[in-house]
Structure formats: structure tokens, C-alpha cells
């Protein structure tokens, strides 16, 4: 069965990074793009950005530009997601979430997400 | 980026009651929207995608319709295990959003 595990709770001051991991397993995970997407405390779900765990191609939301950077290492199954210059604000569980469509001879992805992690709560605060 | 407003935010039901949900994109979406149902502490679950197409395992009771603007989340009749947070999305353009989340709360 599809799963996927990520890495466990963080606490960071603010300016510092923080990588979050996602292991997959139960399916091939080259065959289908990795988002990331965030909710802070109490409130709603923000999309931040894909990444195609095949090419290594990413597409990230506006408004985290120049400040995540995802990829990926294919030999462990594993999507990564790295935020930098953090604040108070950036503290929220952050989710992987597997595209519903699969990328192996077409990419035909659907950016709506049908299995997600369990979720790592970054906490940043001084 | 296309705003999606989502109401009611929360709604009080019993078990049994028929619940609609709605969402309104701030442009035409076509039929671009997907649902979601959020219980505490718990990963988002997909329930319905391309506005009406029940994700594989989702119950009959759950309906989605709608298409351009306004679209709706029905629950026929509303079991134990429903009470939860909806949310919806759209994946017309980029930046996909979601609406604000509507609480289904036990009355």
C-alpha cells in the first residue's frame, strides 16, 4: 500500500532552515510528482510547491520563491523540502502529498493529491 | 491567484442530516475542484475530484457538484464519522489554493 513517512518534529530560530523529508513507499516513486503543502495552527491548507521526483523539475508558489527548494534522492525513495529564512509565521505542519497522476510515459499529473504524510510540525520561535 | 471562498465556515448537524457545502472561485475554474475532509491532528483525505467524480473507496453518500464558479459538497446522510473539516481546491492555475475550510461540528 501507498505510504508516505515523513521526518519527525522541528523547532527552529528564526533565520535559520529547515529540511523536512518524505520516504514513499508502494509505488514506483518516479511516477509521480511530490507537493508540499502547509497549514499553520488552526488555520487552512497552502500549497507551496511540486516537484517531479523523475527529472528532479520543480515548480514552486510565488510566494515561497527564492526561499524553498525541494528535490529528491530516488535510490531511497525520498522528496525533500527545504525552507530558509524562517519566521515565527512559517511555524505549521508541513504535508507531502502525492499527485494523483501518473508521469511515466505521459506526464499527466492532476495537482489534487491523494496520499499525504503524516505531517512534521515545524515550530519556529526564539 | 484565484481566491476560493468556502461557506458556511462551520455548521452544527445530527447524524442522519443531509449537509451541502460550497464553494465559490473568485473566476472561472471549470470543473477544476477537488474536496477534501480533515479530521484533528490527521493528513487531509481526498473525497472528490473534477468537481463530481468520488475518489476511489469514498462512500455514495458524499456527491460533489458544480462547475465554472460555484460548486457544492453534499453529504446525504451524515454519520459519526463525518464530523470533521472540509476543505476544497482548485487545480485550474497556479498557485493551487484551497478554500478556508468549512467545521462540521455535532449539534
Known amino acids: 500500500q501507498v505510504q508516505l513517512v515523513q521526518s519527525g518534529a522541528e523547532v527552529k530560530k528564526p533565520g535559520a532552515s529547515v529540511k523536512v523529508s518524505c520516504k514513499a513507499s508502494g509505488y514506483t516513486f518516479t511516477g509521480y510528482y511530490m507537493h508540499w503543502v502547509r497549514q499553520a495552527p488552526g488555520q487552512g491548507l497552502e500549497w507551496m510547491g511540486w516537484i517531479n521526483p523523475n527529472s528532479g523539475g520543480t515548480n514552486y508558489a510565488q510566494k515561497f520563491q527564492g526561499r524553498v527548494t525541494m528535490t529528491r534522492d530516488t535510490s531511497i525513495s525520498t522528496a525533500y523540502m527545504e525552507l530558509s529564512r524562517l519566521r515565527s509565521d512559517d511555524t505549521a505542519v508541513y504535508y507531502c502529498a502525492r499527485d494523483q497522476g501518473a508521469i511515466v510515459v505521459v506526464v499527466a499529473a492532476t495537482y489534487y493529491f491523494d496520499y499525504w504524510g503524516q505531517g512534521t510540525l515545524v515550530t519556529v520561535s526564539s | 491567484a484565484i481566491r476560493i471562498t468556502q461557506s458556511p465556515s462551520s455548521l452544527s448537524a445530527s447524524t442522519g442530516d443531509r449537509v451541502t457545502i460550497t464553494c465559490r472561485a473568485s473566476?472561472?475554474?471549470?470543473?477544476?475542484l477537488a474536496w477534501y475532509q480533515q479530521k484533528p491532528g490527521k493528513a487531509p483525505k481526498l473525497l472528490i475530484y473534477?468537481?463530481?467524480t468520488l475518489q476511489s473507496g469514498v462512500p455514495s453518500r458524499f456527491s460533489g457538484s458544480g462547475s465554472g464558479t460555484d460548486f457544492t459538497l453534499t453529504i446525504s446522510c451524515l454519520q459519526s464519522e463525518d464530523f470533521a473539516t472540509y476543505y476544497c481546491q482548485q487545480y485550474y492555475s497556479y498557485p493551487l489554493t484551497f478554500g478556508g475550510g468549512t467545521k462540521v461540528e455535532i449539534k
Open positions: 473534477a468537481a463530481s
Open positions: 473566476q472561472g475554474i471549470s470543473s477544476y
